[in-house]
C-alpha cells in the first residue's frame, strides 16, 4: 500500500542527546514536509523540501536538521540546541495541486 | 505576517448542526484547507476551498468568503465520531506550505 511511514512512534531521548526521527513515503511525492505540534497547539512548520537535495527552514527550524537525499525519505534529527523537544512531530508529503498527507506521528519525550 | 482564529472549543448533540468558523489575515491568498485530526493520530483531508462559495463533501461542507477573510466548515448530521479537532489551514505567501490555526476541538455528545 502507498503511504507515509513515521517511525518509531514512541521515542525517548536523554537531554543533551541527539536524535533523528524517520520519515519514508512511496507516493513519488515531490513535495515533503515536517510539522510539530504541542498540546492546544496547532502544527507549526519545521522544514520542508520540494525537491531532493534542497530543503527550506519553516517557521521553528531552530535546534532541528534535516536532509534530503532521497526523493522516498526525509528525515529530521532534534539536536541537543533544541530547548523544548518534547513534542508530537508530524511528517506530511503531497503531490503538485493536492493536499498534505501525513504520517502518523513520532511522539518524542525527554527522560 | 499570517494570522488565522479559530474558536478553541465547541460542544454539540449526535444528530445536530455545527459550524466550526476560521478568519485569517494574509499578505496573499493561495487556498484554504480543513483537516480532521482524532486525538493521537495523523491530521486527514477534508477540504479545499480557493474560490468563494461552499463546497459539499457529504456531510461536510466548507464555505470561503475571501473579501471578508473568513471561512466555515459545516458538519451535519453530527455523529459521536465527529469528535475530534478541526484544523484551519492556509497557504503561504511563497505558496510553498501551509499555516495551520490552533484547532478546534469538537465534542459531540449523545
Known amino acids: 500500500d502507498g503511504g507515509i511511514t513515521q517511525s518509531p512512534k514512541y521515542l525517548f531521548r536523554k537531554e543533551g542527546q541527539n536524535v533523528t526521527l524517520s520519515c519514508e513515503q512511496n507516493l513519488n511525492h515531490d513535495a515533503m514536509y515536517w510539522y510539530r505540534q504541542d498540546p492546544g497547539q496547532g502544527l507549526r512548520l519545521i522544514y520542508y523540501s520540494h525537491i531532493v537535495n534542497d530543503f527550506q527552514k519553516g517557521d521553528i527550524a531552530e535546534g532541528y536538521s534535516v536532509s534530503r537525499e532521497k526523493k522516498e525519505s526525509f528525515p529530521l534529527t532534534v539536536t541537543s540546541a533544541q530547548k523544548n523537544p518534547t513534542a508530537f512531530y508530524l511528517c506530511?508529503?503531497?503531490?503538485?495541486?493536492?493536499?498534505?498527507?501525513f504520517g502518523d506521528g513520532t511522539r518524542l519525550s525527554i527522560l | 505576517g499570517q494570522n488565522i482564529d479559530q474558536p478553541t472549543e465547541m460542544t454539540a448533540t449526535e444528530g445536530a448542526i455545527v459550524q466550526i468558523n476560521c478568519t485569517y489575515q494574509?499578505?496573499?491568498?493561495?487556498?484554504l484547507f480543513w483537516y480532521q485530526q482524532h486525538a493521537g493520530e495523523a491530521p486527514t483531508f477534508l477540504s479545499y476551498n480557493v474560490l468563494d462559495g461552499l463546497e459539499e463533501k457529504g456531510r461536510f461542507s466548507s464555505f470561503l468568503s475571501r473579501s471578508k477573510g473568513y471561512s466555515y466548515l459545516l458538519l451535519k448530521e453530527l455523529q459521536m465520531k465527529d469528535s475530534a479537532s478541526y484544523l484551519c489551514?492556509?497557504?503561504?505567501?511563497?505558496?510553498?506550505?501551509?499555516?495551520f490555526g490552533k484547532g478546534t476541538t469538537l465534542s459531540v455528545s449523545s
Open positions: 506530511a508529503s503531497r503531490d503538485k495541486g493536492q493536499p498534505q498527507h
Open positions: 494574509t499578505s496573499g491568498f493561495n487556498g
Open positions: 489551514a492556509v497557504v503561504n505567501q511563497a505558496g510553498t506550505a501551509l499555516i
